[in-house]
């Protein structure tokens, strides 16, 4: 490896034992997850606030904390969204503090896993794997199959057979092998886990696993970066497998240790839908296991029963004294809703969930009006409008007259036109 590289190996959370980098994600002994463990020393010095900002507006600008194999050229633009200030939003919650990072227009397919399978392909290819492939609950599986056709990577990619209809054409339009099985995801991955070994596929979530989850840090080093190298003061992640929230405090634990922002207490919170919650619920118990559930709920995307990183990301959330709630599904559509309303981001049933919840701890008074909070807005509103279908009622086709639509629009809203038409009248002295 050469000394322009940072050195960087798999070894187990829990007894220590060193792999080396190899497409594998449990330990043979403890069948605990692998990390990705980074000597951060030998980027120390050469990854500054000042490099970074010479880098590309991609996650490629983090390269040198990701686990990227040498000779690898980055060639999407991937990530690297919008971190907007939602003053609208935070008025109607009561958070003066308030910021989206908008993930909903992550490149290339609208979510945040494209930033997970950037890295996990990068490591496919360094492996010699030709055929690559996920479990997914819809936003990974979009991710692969473009990702994939672009490197001329077969792929393979297995769903639970109920997805949201744009999610498996999201798929199949990029030419991927797509099979929907007759389970959850928590079958589904499973089956993986099988498949993996038998065919010698490269699944990014199941043996190259360590390296995907990797990805995710990129979410916490643009957060800190678009802040002004700050920290904020509380995150709002939601949770599925568990992995995004770990990996976000993993980015700032690197950030201080590296000296590029200033060490302080940043607390964790967790957000699921209470139809699949498992990770929520033992926050709430004071648990690190996690009792699985059978999932049952609109938010498609984050319904994994029994998550790979739950009982990690349960132990981190308490620790940093930070809290995980859960929404219905009633909760979920109004959150779409408020974030749409209020600052013209449609997101997906996931991103109902991390609003829904958001507005849920303050109104708690978990988390103070003052303090600075950024919430993860994880995937676009345009893959799950099924979710949205009997809300909206477009109306009636209006015949192209000023005559028409003025009836019309008394009809159906006249507060629209009341303003202007009243100040005219009282000009005209004809209203009291
Ligand atoms: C996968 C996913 C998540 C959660 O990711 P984990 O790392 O598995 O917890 C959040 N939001 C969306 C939209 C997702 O697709
Ligand atoms: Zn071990």
Known sequence: MSASRTVYELRCGECGKSYGNQPLSACQDCLAPLEVQYDLESVRGRFTRESVAKGPASIWRYKQLLPIPEGFEPDLPVGFTPLLKAKKLGKRIGANHLFVKNDAVCFPTLSFKDRVVAVALANAQAFGFTTVGCSSTGNLANSVAAQSARLGLNACILVPADLEPAKILNTLVYGARLVRIDGNYDHVNRLCTLIADEYNWGFVNVNLRPYYAEGSKTMGYEIAEQLGWKLPDNVVVPMAGGSLVRK?????????????????????????ATGCSPISHAVKQGWEHIEPQRPNTIARSL?????????????????????????????????????????????????????????????QGRIGADETTVICITG???????????????????????????????????????????????VAGGVQ
């Open 303 to 363: 319904a994994i029963g029994n998550p790979a990183d739950g009982p990690l990301a349960a132990k981190m959330i308490a620790e940093t004294g930070g809290w995980a709630e859960d929404v219905s599904d009633v909760e979920v559509v109004s959150g779409i809703q408020e974030l749409a309303e209020t600052e013209g981001i449609f997101t997906e049933t996931a991103g109902g969930v991390t609003t829904a919840v958001t507005a849920k701890l303050y109104a």
């Open 248 to 272: 976000i405090r993993k980015a700032f634990r690197e950030l201080v240790t590296l000296g590029l922002v200033e060490d302080k207490p940043v607390r964790f919170f967790g957000a699921q």
């Open 380 to 426: 676009n509103g345009l893959k799950t409008t099924d979710a949205l279908a009997d809300r909206y009622d477009a109306g009636i086709a209006v015949k192209p007259r000023l005559a028409e639509f003025d009836t019309y629009i008394r009809g159906v809203d006249p507060a629209l036109i009341g303003t202007a038409r009243e100040e005219e009248l009282e």
